[in-house]
């Protein structure tokens, strides 16, 4: 009698720790769930958009390409993917995409948004974003601008230009045309160039280029262009920029153009607003200039080499286009300022 009381007794405790054993199982295995499922969702994702962990990017002075005083201007080019696998990443300053060439995606704050040749995208501080390529030649160009120099830019364009709408919701992006495309890739190439002839003057000349880019890109009402450049006329630009084909110059030009050399003068007028010889010679002396800072071949080879078959028309276009001779365009560059009073001296 007295072992069935003592049995009577502890059966009910045996029976309650049974069912806190099995609740803390129960809830053993939901927490494994959850997390089995968190880690898988997370390499899925990752899986899907390929991306990298977040990386925060601050913008420092030595962040400099080309030796371009504080601002980084690079020229991305996606032919190696290996080489420029999309990293997800933010940063402190204010960035602006421009797509030159080919088709991606970019990233931003879990949107993706494919880019086509002549978007062109404004990040913020705090944006996490990257691009990835989806065609052999996508190449984009990046321009960095400090926070403090965008602050002052939009106090200089003033409360009319709104500039606040820039700075809500999903970073903007508009397009321009390839006729605009061309002429701003220019902007951008000549001042790189400038950077190695006029330094101590390049503070000036960006901040020139980002009022004037804000102001035709991202007003409130930005100009888009209905007259698209056709593709073979594209294809023909992006063709005549090889070397052999601007020093050859306008047999080149017609050959590779097939169509008949009135149609082809008519359609450079109308979308790229030069001449097929303004255009080469346009090309030529880009190429010249660039000889002429970057090595010691003289004036007369390079300009054979560039396609100019007379030294006296080399010499006016140049004089005509960068403001001084051959030969002063060199010494300046090697003296990165020279004196006015010593340029006039020059006879080039």
């Known amino acids: 009698m007295q072992k069935s009381v003592v049995n009577l007794l502890v059966f009910p405790v045996d029976i309650w720790d049974i069912f806190v054993i099995l609740t803390k199982i129960a809830i ?47 020229f991305l080019d996606y032919h190696a993917p290996q080489n420029h696998r ?38 913020r501080p705090r944006d996490i974003h990257c691009c990835r390529a989806l065609s052999e030649e996508f190449c984009l160009i990046n321009i960095i601008i400090p926070n403090q120099l965008f602050q002052e830019l939009a106090r200089y364009l003033g409360s009319s230009f709104r500039i606040e709408r820039l700075l809500c919701g999903e970073p903007t992006c508009v397009h321009i045309s390839v006729n605009e495309l061309m002429q701003l890739e220019g902007k951008i190439r000549q001042l790189l160039l400038m950077n190695k002839i006029a330094r101590d003057k390049m503070d000036f000349h960006f901040r020139a280029f980002l009022i004037d880019t804000f102001v035709s890109c991202f007003s409130e009402a930005p100009s888009v262009s209905k007259n698209e450049i056709p593709p073979w006329l594209q294809d023909l630009f992006y063709q005549m920029l090889l070397h052999k084909n601007f020093k050859e110059g306008l047999p080149a030009m017609y050959r590779l153009s097939h169509v008949s050399r009135e149609y082809l003068t008519r359609m450079c007028r109308q979308h790229l607003g030069q001449t097929p010889s303004e255009l080469i010679n346009a090309l030529r002396l880009e190429y010249a200039a660039s000889e002429l800072i970057n090595t010691t071949i003289p004036v007369l080879d390079i300009s054979q080499n560039a396609g100019f078959n007379n030294l006296s028309h080399f010499y006016h276009l140049f004089r005509e286009c960068y403001g001084m001779s051959p030969l002063q365009f060199r010494k300046y560059s090697l003296r990165k300022t020279l004196p006015d009073r010593e340029l006039n001296k020059e006879t080039g």
């Open 86 to 123: 999309p990293v997800i990443h933010t940063h402190d300053y204010y960035e602006i995409i421009l797509v030159s060439s080919g088709k991606g995606l970019h990233w931003c704050n879990t949107v993706e948004t494919e880019l086509n040749l002549g978007d062109m995208v404004l990040v």
């Open 28 to 74: 053993l295995f939901s927490v494994l769930r959850i997390l089995i499922f968190y880690h898988f969702f997370a390499v899925v994702t990752s899986f899907l958009t390929e991306e990298l962990s977040v990386e925060t990017i601050q913008y420092k002075e030595e962040f400099v390409l080309e030796e371009f005083n504080r601002y980084y201007i690079s």
